[in-house]
T-cell receptor, first 115, second 114 residues
Framework: DTGVSQDPRHKITKRGQNVTFRCDPISEHNRLYWYRQTLGQGPEFLTYFQNEAQLEKSRLLSDRFSAERPKGSFSTLEIQRTEQGDSAMYLC?????????????FGPGTRLTVL | AQKITQTQPGMFVQEKEAVTLDCTYD???????LFWYKQPSSGEMIFLIYQGSYDQQNATEGRYSLNFQKARKSANLVISASQLGDSAMYFCAMMKGSARQLTFGSGTQLTVLP
């Protein structure tokens, strides 16, 4: 069973540039999540998809951030006009909808450094 | 607002001994789930164990068990027979009601000593 994959694993960019990250969930999982983790902190929720519908968005997801999941499979997270404060680990997770709750399985993350 | 508190920034344990990592939570919602994840230095979050608020028994998964005390709002992780490979950051997280987002604590860095 293939786990959640993310690409790229590392990204270094200059302030003001746009970056895009990709997440491929576990194949039978219909829910997909994006989190951001800064050094020494736990992950913070950004957004969540069920199939292709974006159902929840955090206030952390400013106008410069956009996420898509066009066919209900892989997802992309784009950050426009990057700022140094965007430097963080971006984690993707997926889950299969359950009756009460569903366990989220995480990918290896994309580490973004904005110079 | 829901909140997760992990009061131990760092813990040390001798190999083969048991260790307890503390987690307290705050929510007024009667329906919630509690999760523990392990994050090695490589960065990937690894799911360890889950406890639902309506579960009558404490969850166990191999060497991991969850000491769930609902009245005290605590969900401590117990690792038995520690191994060197258990050295990592451990995060407690909560999912509340019908919301899908996980709220994480600040983590505990566990170091297993040979």
């Amino acid at each position: 069973d293939t786990g959640v994959s993310q690409d790229p694993r590392h990204k270094i960019t200059k302030r003001g540039q746009n970056v895009t990250f990709r997440c491929d969930p576990i194949s039978e999982h219909n829910r997909l999540y994006w989190y951001r983790q800064t050094l020494g902190q736990g992950p913070e929720f950004l957004t969540y998809f069920q199939n292709e519908a974006q159902l929840e968005k955090s206030r952390l997801l400013s106008d410069r951030f956009s996420a898509e999941r066009p066919k209900g499979s892989f997802s992309t997270l784009e950050i426009q006009r990057t700022e140094q404060g965007d430097s963080a680990m971006y984690l993707c997770a997926s889950s299969k909808a359950g009756i009460f709750t569903d366990t989220q399985y995480f990918g290896p993350g994309t580490r973004l450094t904005v110079l | 607002a829901q909140k997760i508190t992990q009061t131990q920034p760092g813990m040390f344990v001798q190999e083969k001994e048991a260790v307890t990592l503390d987690c307290t939570y705050d929510t007024s919602d009667p329906s919630y789930g509690l999760f523990w994840y392990k994050q090695p230095s490589s960065g990937e979050m690894i799911f360890l164990i889950y406890q639902g608020s309506y579960d009558q028994q404490n969850a166990t998964e191999g060497r991991y068990s969850l000491n769930f005390q609902k009245a005290r709002k605590s969900a401590n992780l117990v690792i038995s027979a520690s191994q060197l490979g258990d050295s990592a950051m451990y995060f407690c997280a909560m999912m509340k009601g019908s919301a899908r987002q996980l709220t994480f604590g600040s983590g505990t860095q566990l170091t297993v000593l040979p």
